[in-house]
């Protein structure tokens, strides 16, 4: 059940944004034909949803660099992994599906350099061996070309994948950070956590 931020009933067409009272994410919603439509990031449409009686809304915000809806997220409530990693894809990339048919983000990203991605960070989406072994200096310093790193310009937000034909994912919000083995998958997200730092 999702409630609104206001107390009228905003009018037809009008975008505003609604708040999920247990999570604490908002997400856009518009008035399409009397009836509050929800914003699937998913498959960039609003769908129907089920509204608390009392209405409290706000008007919409402005998106940062981007012609999708503004999505506000109280991150630091969710505690279900899959839920923290595909809010964080669908909020982060220009198109649905982030890391697997699309890898364009949305402006608010900066792409920085890959050394500035923490070691542990960088083990955790390439691994530190392939089926050969330990990678040496070479092979490690040519799967670093894989990786791609993203860092939103003013939020405490970042993306990073690495990409051979398969897609390892990873997003982090403020403390929190999460990584996706196999991107075309929205049930892989697991907690990823600060890892000992050692030579690669």
């Known amino acids: 059940m999702w409630a609104l931020l206001a107390q009228r ?6 975008k505003v944004l609604v708040s999920h009272p247990q999570n604490g994410i908002v997400l856009p919603a518009r008035m399409i034909d009397g009836e509050l439509c929800l914003y699937d990031t998913v498959n960039d449409r609003y769908v129907e949803g089920g509204f608390s009686e009392q ?33 964080l894809r669908n909020y982060g990339f220009a198109e649905s599906y982030g890391c697997y048919s699309c890898f364009d983000l949305i402006d608010a990203f900066e792409q920085r350099p890959v050394t ?16 050969d072994g330990w990678y040496d200096e070479d092979e490690w310093r040519d799967e670093l070309q894989r990786i791609q790193y993203y860092r939103h310009q003013q939020e405490a937000i970042e993306i990073a994948w690495h990409w051979d034909g398969d897609g390892t994912l990873y997003v982090r919000a403020g403390d929190k950070a999460a990584l996706n083995n196999d991107c075309k998958k929205d049930y892989r997200w697991e907690w990823a956590g ?7």
């Open 9 to 14: 009933k905003p009018a037809e067409q009008q």
């Open 55 to 87: 209405w409290s809304w706000m008007p919409e915000p402005a998106p940062v660099g981007s012609g999708k809806p503004a999505v506000l997220l109280n991150l630091a409530s969710i505690d279900d992994a899959n839920v923290f990693g595909e809010l």
């Open 116 to 131: 500035e991605l923490p070691l542990h960070v960088q083990r955790l989406l390439i691994g530190t061996f392939d089926e």
């Open 194 to 200: 600060p890892m000992q730092e050692t030579e690669a």
